[in-house]
């Protein structure tokens, strides 16, 4: 167990639809990190969150969005979902420094229909 | 731009070894491995950086070179649990965003 947080842990919605997942760090880590992993390829690096601010971005579509709130959980909001977004979404977090370690979650894994 | 990892796949036997190697086109402040099982989030195993420091699992053992921009890891007697497709992530800029390769599979059979 990493300690880090994420439901739901399955999400099936139909295409158009706008869907909502949500991660809690470590207790302690301040950054927080959104992958993408669609089926048996690598991870794609979302977005990455530090203390509330948005601090590096990666191939994030335009229909993706995310914030981290004052109590360091995180959010990711993709919406008019297409068949192609059907995937697994991790979140990892760290403290943050540049030599830090990444702890994963379980993962969401979103199948849209 | 992502790194690139060899091989792409590789069979063990138990207790064989292997070495996974991952290379950048870009100037490297730290190299960052985990491995993932099928279905599981990935577990981190190391994390190499920039002067020679090291972070990570006492029984893995890996490499940095950093002005050929590569690391590799070595795997020695493999066992069974050491299965799953392996990933190195590289962080060339300021912060830490970490831009993985496409993953090498590795099958540990008896």
């Known amino acids: 167990d990493s300690g880090v947080t994420q439901t739901p842990k399955h999400l099936i919605t139909a295409t158009g639809q706008r869907v909502t997942l949500r991660c809690s760090p470590r207790?302690?880590?301040?950054?927080v990190y959104w992958y993408q992993q669609s089926l048996d390829q690598g991870l794609q690096f979302l977005i990455q969150?530090?203390?509330?601010?948005?601090?590096a971005k990666g191939n994030i579509l335009e229909r993706f969005s995310a914030q981290q709130f004052p109590d360091l959980h995180s959010e990711l909001n993709l919406s008019s979902l297409e068949l192609g977004d059907s995937a697994l979404y991790f979140c990892?977090?760290?403290?943050?420094?540049?030599?830090?370690?990444?702890?994963f979650g379980p993962g969401t894994r979103l199948t849209v229909t | 731009q992502q790194p690139v990892q060899s091989p792409q796949a590789v069979i063990l036997r138990e207790g064989e070894d292997a070495v996974i190697n991952c290379s950048s086109s870009?100037?490297?402040?730290?190299v960052h491995w985990y491995r993932q099982k099928h279905g599981e989030a990935p577990v981190f195993l190391m994390i190499?950086?920039?002067?020679?420091e090291q972070k990570g699992h006492e029984k893995i053992s890996a490499s940095f070179n950093e002005k050929k921009q590569q690391s590799s890891l070595y795997l020695t007697a493999s066992q069974l649990s050491y299965s799953g497709t392996y990933f190195c992530?590289?962080?060339?800029?300021?912060?830490?965003?970490?831009?993985f390769g496409t993953g090498t599979k590795l099958q540990v059979i008896p």
């Open positions: 990892a977090s760290s403290s943050g420094d540049r030599s830090a370690e990444q702890y």
């Open positions: 207790s302690g880590d301040l950054s």
């Open positions: 969150y530090y203390n509330g601010e948005e601090r």
């Open positions: 870009k100037a490297l402040y730290s």
């Open positions: 190499l950086l920039k002067g020679g």
């Open positions: 992530g590289t962080v060339t800029g300021g912060y830490q965003k970490v831009t």
